[in-house]
Nanobody, 125 residues
Framework: QVQLVESGGGSVQTGGSLRLSCAAS?????????MAWFRQAAGKEREGIAS???????TYADSVKGRFTISEENAKTTLYLQMTSLKPEDTAMYYC??????????????????WGQGTQVTVSS
């Protein structure tokens, strides 16, 4: 099990930027874990928006590609989501998640079994 705690959410205007952080409890064999960011807007289904594997390979949803960047700090205990050119439709609760994938592919379509509590992002027009 990995404990995850998000921070960095807030309110910004259209076109603004935010950086979300996700602090992970210490865990072994990072290269076999898939880390990801999801979001859920009010009344909508949860959407996987970005993932990163132990080698640093990333995937992005089309809705955020070119605007959001997923990354990790060197010790790989903090996950980031840099969000730029924010739009009102980016308003949602944002969650980080982790799952063990071994040698399998890492993307947001995996079944994630470790979740943070979420951090709210609100973008006003």
């Amino acid at each position: 099990q990995v404990q995850l705690v998000e921070s960095g959410g807030g309110s910004v205007q259209t076109g603004g930027s935010l950086r979300l952080s996700c602090a992970a409890s210490e865990y072994s064999y990072r290269r076999y874990w898939c880390m990801a960011w999801f979001r859920q807007a009010a009344g909508k289904e949860r959407e996987g928006i970005a993932s990163i594997d132990g080698a640093g390979t990333t995937t992005y949803a089309d809705s955020v590609k070119g605007r959001f960047t997923i990354s990790e700090e060197n010790a790989k205990t903090t996950l980031y989501l840099q969000m730029t050119s924010l739009k009102p439709e980016d308003t949602a609760m944002y969650y980080c998640a982790a799952t063990w994938v071994g040698h399998s592919y890492c993307d947001t379509y995996r079944t994630f079994d470790n979740w943070g509590q979420g951090t709210q992002v609100t973008v006003s027009s």
